[in-house]
């Protein structure tokens, strides 16, 4: 899949994810930050306006502004061929958001629960932020020990689906005792405890890539007990863009396609690649690390040739 852009966000169906919107400025700086390209897709989703993008990311449709049986198959079909797609829903899921995107991630094993989870033990502020502890060994857990699911929905994963092409893992669960939900009917909320619910899940279908999680909050900068920098909320989200970024079908991609990762860089040096960047000595921050990583690799084994004689 030959692809213009990195990310692109769905504009055609009155998201709440919308880059402008002010409380996910730290999210938009990190991808900037990170050289990534983004682009949106307006007036309607299309295989061929999807096949633009390495990453489409569809947050929270609102207002009945429902994907087409269209839509969802060419979005299936753009994964199916190597896409990877970021699907994000909000408290209540379809019912309360009136949207229907457990017709798409159904094909991806899982749908989207009408409820909202809360913990009366592991929570941040309040119960309905609870803090999530209960993760698989997965590429999207690394170096993670809690997340803030903040006023969203859980997930239920389709243990009936058969389909060769499809390898589903639930990778985060709420709680197995102090966990409980209100589930929306579509007229009222009714209270019940649950255990050990799916929160995120990860899945492998044909080429492409799918993560799939009910919780916008975790994007937002507007609050330190729930979004972006609350307990490991950012390295998720750099986990999850990594892991969908990553994908070679060959050995020869594998040796020509680059690795897209998330680390951390000591801000006097930082600042100094700035610095060189601003005054045209360097293009962007990828290119100072991999001439760097580059010549690091060159001494080495000038070194280790060395010892070998």
Same mark, same amino acid.
């Given at each position: 899949?030959?692809?213009?852009?990195?990310?692109?966000?769905?504009? +055609?169906?009155?998201n709440?994810?919308?880059i %402008? *919107?002010?409380?996910?400025?730290?999210?938009? %700086?990190f991808?900037?930050?990170?050289?990534?390209?983004?682009?949106?897709?307006?007036?309607?989703?299309?295989?061929?306006?999807?096949?633009?993008?390495?990453?489409?990311?569809?947050?929270?449709?609102?207002?009945?502004?429902f994907l087409?049986?269209?839509?969802?198959?060419?979005?299936?079909?753009?994964?199916? *061929?190597?896409?990877? !797609? !970021?699907?994000?829903?909000?408290?209540?899921?379809?019912?309360?958001?009136?949207?229907?995107? +457990? *017709?798409?991630?159904?094909?991806?094993?899982?749908?989207?629960?009408?409820?909202?989870?809360?913990?009366?033990?592991?929570?941040?502020?309040?119960?309905?932020?609870?803090?999530?502890?209960?993760?698989?060994?997965?590429?999207?857990?690394?170096?993670?020990? #809690?997340?803030?699911?903040?006023?969203?929905?859980?997930? %239920?994963?389709?243990k009936?689906?058969?389909?060769k092409? !499809?390898?589903?893992?639930?990778?985060?669960?709420?709680?197995? *005792?102090?966990? $409980?939900?209100?589930?929306?009917?579509?007229? %009222? $909320?009714?209270?019940?405890?649950?255990?050990?619910?799916?929160?995120?899940?990860?899945?492998?279908?044909?080429?492409?890539?799918?993560?799939? !999680?009910g919780?916008?909050?975790?994007?937002?900068?507007?609050?330190?007990?729930?979004?972006?920098h609350?307990?490991?909320?950012?390295?998720?989200?750099?986990?999850?863009?990594?892991?969908?970024?990553?994908?070679?079908?060959?050995?020869?991609?594998?040796?020509? #396609?680059?690795?897209?990762?998330?680390?951390?860089?000591? #801000?006097?040096?930082?600042? $100094?690649?700035?610095g060189?960047?601003?005054?045209?000595? $360097?293009?962007?921050?990828?290119?100072?690390?991999?001439?760097?990583?580059?010549?690091?690799?060159?001494?080495?084994?000038?070194?280790?040739?060395?010892?070998?004689?």
């Open positions: 899949m030959s692809t213009e852009f990195n990310i692109g966000f769905d504009y +055609s169906h009155k709440k994810f919308v %402008e *919107d002010p409380a996910f400025n730290d999210f938009v %700086e991808l900037f930050n990170s050289d990534l390209k983004l682009g949106k897709i307006e007036g309607g989703i299309t295989y061929q306006k999807l096949s633009k993008y390495n990453i489409f990311i569809i947050g929270v449709p609102i207002a009945q502004s087409s049986n269209e839509e969802i198959e060419d979005l299936v079909g753009y994964v199916k *061929d190597g896409g990877s !797609l !970021l699907i994000l829903n909000d408290k209540g899921g379809d019912l309360a958001n009136k949207n229907n995107l +457990s *017709d798409l991630t159904k094909y991806f094993g899982v749908k989207f629960n009408s409820d909202q989870l809360f913990d009366n033990e592991s929570f941040s502020k309040d119960n309905s932020r609870p803090i999530i502890k209960k993760f698989k060994p997965h590429f999207l857990t690394r170096d993670i020990t #809690q997340i803030i699911h903040s006023n969203g929905c859980t997930l %239920e994963v389709i009936e689906i058969d389909d092409d !499809l390898d589903v893992i639930t990778i985060a669960f709420s709680s197995e *005792d102090s966990a $409980w939900h209100k589930t929306f009917t579509g007229e %009222e $909320w009714f209270d019940e405890p649950v255990q050990k619910t799916p929160i995120i899940t990860a899945a492998h279908y044909g080429l492409g890539k799918v993560v799939v !999680l919780n916008l909050s975790l994007f937002s900068s507007f609050h330190d007990a729930y979004g972006i609350a307990a490991d909320n950012f390295k998720l989200i750099s986990n999850i863009i990594s892991w969908l970024m990553n994908k070679a079908y060959s050995e020869q991609a594998q040796l020509t #396609q680059p690795i897209y990762t998330t680390i951390p860089i000591e #801000q006097d040096v930082y600042y $100094w690649i700035k060189k960047i601003d005054e045209g000595r $360097w293009k962007n921050i990828e290119e100072v690390i991999n001439f760097a990583l580059k010549v690091v690799k060159f001494r080495m084994r000038k070194q280790e040739n060395i010892e070998e004689e």
